[in-house]
């Protein structure tokens, strides 16, 4: 891991700490904290040196990120979230765009995107979020859901439909006929700022869109950047559950002896080991792959983001199990953790998009 990055782990555990509990049960991060580490360049690291960012490679990337998201859930999405924004438009906006808005993202300013609807989830071709042009600048109405960090943002990267293509926007909240409802009490990664989005009429100068694209390009941008940055959150997951399932067998005591020299104890364990390294595996490939810019990264990470999910999930259940009734109490890093993962299994693609997905590439390619 580079030394900028290095660094910035150690930074990042000592401004967490103890607090991710805290920040949970409040359902809110500090700002500060968020446009600290944001002018630091932390929240998109992958973003180059030119653009203010620290130029990581995925792999290197992902490891932070699997280390925020081992202290805080919430705030391992921010990070997903301003990537997958700051990824946007590096891959969709022009070289004027790039220089417009990447260093609004490595100087403080915070990013939200908008993908899901009302009607719309997985299946991306019935969104009806639109934009229409009116002389020189652009009118964008509708709705988004569940937009991860939006009570936050300075900005929204929005996807939305202009005639028979898909167009990118980036909205600035303050922008007249922007509406955040904040949702409250989500079941998992609570501080996150998830909020409903209501576009009424909104109008913008026509640089603010970033291109159509297509939907076939959508798995390429953000989505794809989102998988990765949440499978490897789930490798992070995976490390809390397994440190806190083995201290705990260490030292707990039934019946003479440790908890982990009781078999059945010991299983869940190693399920816990054999989940990190699985999902560990699973995330390196896929970030090698991404960093070569291989044809095959697309499957490559809805693979990663399948496999690190579902095992978070279940490692999250296991750590439970272990720990007892020292894992069920309100905000204990177990606890988090096993609501946390599961709304791992659900966004950026759920785990039967997943499935269905790779099944498509299996059909496709296995003789």
């Given at each position: ?92 906006g022009d070289q004027d ?10 100087s403080g300013e915070l ?147 440790p908890l982990a020299r ?106």
């Amino acid at each position: 891991m580079p030394d900028a990055l290095t660094s910035a782990r150690d930074l990042v555990g000592t401004l967490v700490a103890d607090r991710a509990d805290a920040w949970d049960a409040a359902g809110r991060l500090p700002e500060d904290l968020l446009r600290d580490l944001g002018g630091r360049g932390l929240l998109c690291a992958e973003v180059p040196g030119s653009y203010g960012g620290l130029g990581a490679g995925s792999r290197d990337s992902g490891e932070f990120t699997a280390y925020v998201g081992s202290l805080c859930g919430s705030l391992r999405s921010i990070m997903t979230s301003q990537g997958m924004a700051a990824w946007t438009v590096r891959r969709l906006g022009d070289q004027d765009q790039r220089a417009a808005y990447l260093p609004r993202l490595t100087s403080g300013e915070l990013a939200a995107v908008g993908f899901s609807e009302p009607d719309a989830g997985s299946d991306l071709s019935a969104m009806t979020t639109s934009v229409r042009v009116e002389d020189d600048v652009v009118v964008l109405d509708g709705e988004k859901m569940w937009v991860t960090g939006a009570c936050y943002a300075d900005l929204l990267v929005v996807f939305a439909r202009s005639e028979d293509d898909v167009v990118v926007v980036v909205v600035p909240t303050a922008t007249p006929g922007v509406t955040v409802e904040r949702i409250p009490d989500p079941l998992g990664c609570r501080a996150a700022g998830h909020a409903n989005v209501r576009f009424s009429s909104v109008r913008l100068p026509a640089s603010a869109v970033l291109g159509g694209t297509g939907l076939s390009l959508l798995a390429t941008t953000a989505l794809a950047y989102g998988r990765i940055s949440v499978a490897w959150g789930c490798v992070g997951i995976l490390r809390a559950c397994l440190n806190a399932a083995v201290t705990h067998a260490r030292t707990r005591e039934q019946f003479g002896k440790p908890l982990a020299r009781h078999q059945l104890v010991a299983r869940h364990l190693a399920e816990l080991l054999v989940s990190e390294q699985v999902a560990t595996r699973a995330c390196e490939h896929a970030s090698d792959l991404w960093d070569a810019r291989s044809p095959d990264l697309v499957t490559a990470v809805v693979l990663a983001k399948h496999v690190a999910a579902g095992h978070a999930a279940r490692g999250a259940a296991t750590a439970t199990q272990v720990l007892a009734s020292a894992g069920a109490a309100h905000g204990h890093v177990v606890a988090r953790a096993y609501r946390d993962a599961k709304l791992m299994e659900i966004i950026e693609g759920s785990t039967e998009i997943c499935q269905l997905i790779l099944a498509e590439h299996a059909v496709a390619t296995v003789a």
